[in-house]
């Protein structure tokens, strides 16, 4: 025969201890958790419930049994709640709260009312019974349950109905002392070795599942917003490229009657090329943008003549911007779409920062393993402050009008390329921007160089 006083006190003391796991789980939670506040306080009551049993062996004091149900009544109706809760259960709250009040009610009114004290444990044992068989319902009436909602669910049933078988015994043959080693209260206190242990280490891993869950869907939903992000972005580029375009070579052909326009009309036509220049610019950098953010980047690399890059981009600009290309450089690696887009955000920002009417200056060298592209200006330079947080994304030079993103996404390509983008000092004054790329083809891995 088992020790029944000695498992109650161990099974209370389990039942703490969960209590006690789930309080680090519970201060450790993002936000505020009540599944997990009602589990804490029902295996609580239930700890307290089991370990007033085992005082019941040491100190026969009266009033005991009777604290010990209602306690055990409350915290198992919470164990209900938390598992109510934790699955979204719907109309739970008020029917629960009311069958647990009137449970409990009946029990505390059960010597004032003159039932049979020999009754009690019958009743209690119905009452558990009802409770767990409600927690297994809860449990596996999940829509797609999981393997571990099905374990935890099953067991409670079993629980249920082994509570119940010793409600029937008592209410036939009686003798349900809860510590007297009869044959329904063994099979009830080994059932709840096993049930104690599955509830407590299965609720707080339902948490974590269904934790999981929750968070796997918020990616999914982030997810799907960023693919329309980028599609409207994507479109919206698309759609301010053209009619910039437009602008531009119309602004260019106006070049040639310029002797013919009044210097008021020719100053706001000048200010309409830099804003269809700037507009062209940021449809740019934003498509450049979009591809950068794609999950899956790859970078299409063919053998490339940087040079020719070079002149063909620095050509594209009215005036032209000036381009030193050395020949017999060896091709080059890269994506050429992606080093296009580099080479434009580079000449822009020196257009921006330039001083007057002097152009910015391309030149390109071989230098050992490297191809090297300077684009120099004659600005205001960059501060030795800024110089190491220029290229981070949104961040721009004291009296910048750039909007912080085009030397972002140049040194980003440059580095995926296995290169790197830099910034020194452009004697007299202003700056000049080294972009530096390997002979060599770059990782497989391109978001290893990625910054």
């Not at 804490?40 to 005991?64: D, E, H, K, N, Q």
């Not at 999981?146 to 003798?175: D, E, H, K, P």
Request: glycine share 8%.
């Amino acid at each position: 025969m088992i020790d029944i006083p000695t498992v109650a006190l161990v099974l209370g003391l389990t039942d703490l201890a969960l209590a006690a796991a789930a309080t680090v789980y519970f201060t450790t939670a993002p936000k505020p958790n009540p599944a997990l506040a009602f589990w804490w306080w029902g295996r609580a009551l239930v700890g307290i419930g089991l370990l007033l049993i085992w005082a019941r062996s040491l100190l026969p004091v009266t009033g005991l049994p009777t604290l010990s149900h209602l306690l055990m009544l409350a915290g198992s109706a919470l164990e209900l709640a938390a598992f109510a809760a934790l699955l979204g259960t719907q109309g739970w709250r008020r029917p629960l709260a009311l069958v647990t009040a009137l449970l409990l009610l009946i029990r505390l009114a059960w010597h004032p009312l003159g039932l049979p004290p020999g009754l009690a444990p019958v009743y209690f044992s119905s009452a558990m019974g009802g409770l767990y068989a409600a927690m297994g319902g809860v449990l596996l009436r999940q829509p797609h349950p999981s393997l571990l909602l099905r374990l935890v669910g099953t067991t409670n049933l079993i629980l249920a109905a082994v509570f119940l078988a010793r409600a029937v015994w008592g209410a036939l043959v009686g003798g349900l002392d809860p510590v007297s080693p009869t044959l329904p209260t063994t099979a009830l206190w080994l059932t709840a070795v096993v049930i104690v242990v599955l509830n407590g280490y299965g609720f707080l891993l339902i948490a974590l599942q269904q934790e999981d869950v929750r968070l796997a869907r918020a990616h999914a939903r982030t997810a799907a917003a960023e693919a329309e992000q980028r599609n409207l972005l994507s479109m919206a580029s698309h759609e301010f490229r053209t009619p910039a375009a437009m602008i531009q070579a119309s602004l260019d052909s106006l070049r040639y009657l310029r002797d013919d326009i009044p210097p008021a009309v020719a100053t706001r036509l000048d200010n309409i090329a830099l804003a269809a220049r700037r507009l062209s610019r940021l449809a740019t950098v934003l498509l450049c943008r979009d591809r950068l953010s794609a999950p899956s980047l790859t970078l299409r690399c063919l053998p490339l003549d940087l040079g020719a890059l070079a002149a063909e981009v620095a050509g594209a600009y009215t005036p032209p911007v000036p381009c030193v290309v050395p020949s017999g450089l060896p091709p080059l690696p890269a994506d050429t779409d992606l080093l296009r887009i580099l080479l434009q955000n580079l000449i822009d920002n020196a257009l921006v920062h330039g001083a007057g009417e002097q152009p910015p200056q391309l030149r390109l060298r071989r230098d050992g393993a490297l191809l090297e592209l300077a684009v120099a200006d004659t600005g205001v330079g960059v501060a030795d402050a800024d110089k190491a947080r220029i290229f981070e994304r949104f961040e721009h030079g004291a009296g910048s009008r750039s909007s912080g993103l085009g030397l972002s996404i140049a040194r980003r390509i440059a580095r995926l390329h296995g290169g790197d983008l830099l910034v020194q000092d452009h004697q007299p004054q202003g700056a000049v921007f080294l972009l530096r790329l390997p002979l060599v083809p770059p990782p497989a891995d391109p978001d290893a160089t990625a910054p």
